[in-house]
């Protein structure tokens, strides 16, 4: 079975700072898919990030970048010079890549970041 | 670009009452997949379809049917609702890319169950 954790239940920073998201998850796939989406409080999920378990290269895309370690089975998340728009649930989540058609998402229980001024 | 498209947006029904919510995925599109999030909690996978037939299962209840139609668009039909159905329905789209390989699943802005 396959499950992801977010320790951090909720996170509150000044805009400007950066804050770092923790996921950790398992699964027994040999390959599989990490992604982090957002969760605005309009309440749609939007898609940020995706990271294949072949390619443990991290990567910087703005503001946001990424540190994927197999070795700890951690993928977390960071948001550089945090801005008051970036408050929002974020939503770790883990899809199976064997079966390589329609493979669910298992979410974690997401961080709700709040950022201030 | 495209989204995907839920209909309705919010839906007010009473208990033990039915009600269909509808999903139109992004253009070229082949799979569907359904998710219902309770108030706060995360998103729990329903079920999901492949080229109109159903590919997987997740914890959808006998009440609830779902199926996908020849223009990829699918419908989740809900039966004897309940006070507990109340929830933000997802339904999420993708593009089957071949065996060993995902892609990513974008999900539509969601429908708004309350069950009174």
């Known amino acids: 079975a396959q499950k992801v954790t977010q320790a951090q239940t909720e996170i509150s920073v000044v805009e400007k700072e950066d804050v770092t998201l923790d996921c950790v998850y398992e699964t027994r796939d040999t390959t599989y898919y990490l992604f982090w989406y957002k969760q605005p409080p309009s309440g749609e999920l939007v898609f940020l990030i995706r990271r294949n378990s072949f390619d443990e290269q991290n990567e910087i895309s703005g503001r946001y970048s990424w540190n994927f370690q197999k070795s700890t089975s951690s993928f977390n998340f960071t948001i550089t010079a945090s801005q008051v728009v970036d408050s929002a649930v974020y939503f770790c989540?883990?899809?199976?890549?064997?079966?390589?058609?329609?493979?669910?998402?298992?979410f974690g229980t997401g961080t709700r970041l709040q950022v201030t001024l | 670009a495209a989204g995907v498209i839920q209909s309705p947006r919010h839906l007010i029904k009473e208990k033990r009452e039915t009600a269909t919510l509808k999903c139109y995925p992004i253009p070229r599109h082949d799979t569907v997949y359904w998710y219902q999030q309770g108030p706060g909690q995360d998103p729990q996978f329903l079920i999901s379809?492949?080229?109109?037939?159903?590919?997987d299962k997740g914890s959808i209840p006998d009440r609830f049917s779902a199926q996908q139609f020849s223009d990829y668009h699918s419908e989740l039909n809900m039966s004897s609702l309940e006070l507990g159905d109340s929830a933000l329905y997802f339904c999420?789209?993708?593009?089957?890319?071949?065996?060993?390989?995902?892609?990513?699943?974008?999900f539509g802005p969601g429908t708004r169950l309350t069950v009174l």
């Open positions: 989540a883990l899809s199976g890549g064997n079966t390589g058609t329609a493979s669910k998402l298992t």
């Open positions: 379809f492949y080229e109109k037939m159903q590919s």
């Open positions: 999420a789209s993708s593009r089957a890319v071949g065996q060993g390989s995902l892609d990513t699943q974008y």
